[in-house]
Structures are given as C-alpha cells and as structure tokens.
T-cell receptor
Framework: DSGVTQTPKHLITATGQRVTLRCSPRSGDLSVYWYQQSLDQGLQFLIQYYNGEERAKGNILERFSAQQFPDLHSELNLSSLELGDSALYFC????????????FGSGTRLTVV | AQKITQTQPGMFVQEKEAVTLDCTYDTSDPSYGLFWYKQPSSGEMIFLIYQGSYDQQNATEGRYSLNFQKARKSANLVISASQLGDSAMYFCATLPFGDTGNQFYFGTGTSLTVIP
C-alpha cells in the first residue's frame, strides 16, 4: 500500500457521461498530481494542486476539471466523455521535504464505451 | 519542456542475468531528479530508484543501480540478477526542481520480459 488511495479502481461508462475520480493523498502530503496514461499518449501530466490551490497545469482538456478540498483529498471530474478518454488515471502525492519524487496511487482504469 | 527517450520498446533477459535499460533526456533545467518506475501488469507505478542531477555518485537500491552520465544526459537502469517478478514496463522520468510545480516527464517505457 503506497498510502495514496484512488477510487474507484475501475469505471465503465458511456460516451457523453460525466465521472468523478477521487484521490486521497499520503498522510501529510500537501501536493496532489493527476496523470493520464493512454496507449497513444503515454503518461501525461494533467494538473497539480498544492494545499487546495492549483499549482501547475499540463495537457488537461477543457472538459476535465479538478479540485483539492480542505482535507486535501482531490477529485478529477471528466465530462462529455469520449472513447479516447479511456485510460488509466493516476493520482500521486508529495510532501514538502525529504524525497524529491512522489508516490503514485494504484490508478483508476476508465473505459468509455 | 523535457524530452525523455527510451529507445528499447522491448527487452528480454535470462533469469539471474543483468540487464540495462536505456534512458536519455533533454533538459535545460539546472537542477532536476531522475527516476525509474516499474509498472507491472496490474498497473500500479512502483518507485525504484532516484538520482539527483548534482549527485556525484551513482544511485543504488538493492538490485537496481542507475548509471548516470550527466554530460551525455543519460540515466540507464541496471537490474542485476533478474527475477521472474521483474517482468514489467519500466519508465524513466525527470522531475525539474523549480518553483512552478513539479511535474514528471516520462519516457515511453521499456517492456522487460525475464525468461526462466
């Protein structure tokens, strides 16, 4: 167990729908990152939150949004889903000191049908 | 932005042998970290090893070592005494150390298969 919890583990939904992916960071970590891993794009950074505020933005579509709540958990909202949004979505968290990298959750596998 | 290149899409190694997975990167950041992650078929990303750009010595973690050649912008992963459980995808990544966020840049990965 990495300490980063992602739910659900698997999600199957239809095109045009909206889903919410949830992430609880490792205890004490203030930063949360979201990544998308797809067959054609590889691992792509989507967005980072630090202590409730957006810190950095990557290749995140306008149909996607995220937020980090006061208890530091984060949610990634994906709307108007398309077949191409099918991917493994990772959340990761990091602390302010110590190890410079960060710890990944086990991912949410989204399948859009 | 940074570009990470892993030129070996697939590798095979005999059990108990050593294997080197290649990684080169292109960055203009003065300070950065280099990482290797393992992704087994179950999907999770498992941290293996870290090297800081200013570290003088190559990093080692158990059977994993990182052959860091800064001038060549190369950070190859060496796995010694391969085990069947090492069969997985391996990703090289860089992490610039700056003030505007800390996003990883990943390579496309190398699929390693350990043969009994």
């Amino acid at each position: 167990d990495s300490g980063v919890t992602q739910t659900p583990k698997h999600l199957i939904t239809a095109t045009g729908q909206r889903v919410t992916l949830r992430c609880s960071p490792r205890s004490g970590d203030l930063s949360v990152y979201w990544y998308q891993q797809s067959l054609d794009q590889g691992l792509q950074f989507l967005i980072q939150y630090y202590n409730g505020e957006e810190r950095a933005k990557g290749n995140i579509l306008e149909r996607f949004s995220a937020q980090q709540f006061p208890d530091l958990h984060s949610e990634l909202n994906l709307s108007s889903l398309e077949l191409g949004d099918s991917a493994l979505y990772f959340c990761a968290s990091s602390g302010s000191t110590g190890f410079h990298g960060y710890t990944f959750g086990s991912g949410t596998r989204l399948t859009v049908v | 932005a940074q570009k990470i290149t892993q030129t070996q899409p697939g590798m095979f190694v005999q059990e108990k042998e050593a294997v080197t997975l290649d990684c080169t990167y292109d960055t203009s950041d003065p300070s950065y970290g280099l990482f290797w992650y393992k992704q087994p078929s179950s999907g999770e990303m498992i941290f293996l090893i870290y090297q800081g750009s200013y570290d003088q010595q190559n990093a080692t973690e158990g059977r994993y070592s990182l052959n860091f050649q800064k001038a060549r912008k190369s950070a190859n992963l060496v796995i010694s005494a391969s085990q069947l459980g090492d069969s997985a995808m391996y990703f090289c990544a860089t992490l610039p150390f700056g003030d505007t966020g800390n996003q990883f840049y990943f390579g496309t990965g190398t699929s390693l298969t350990v043969i009994p």
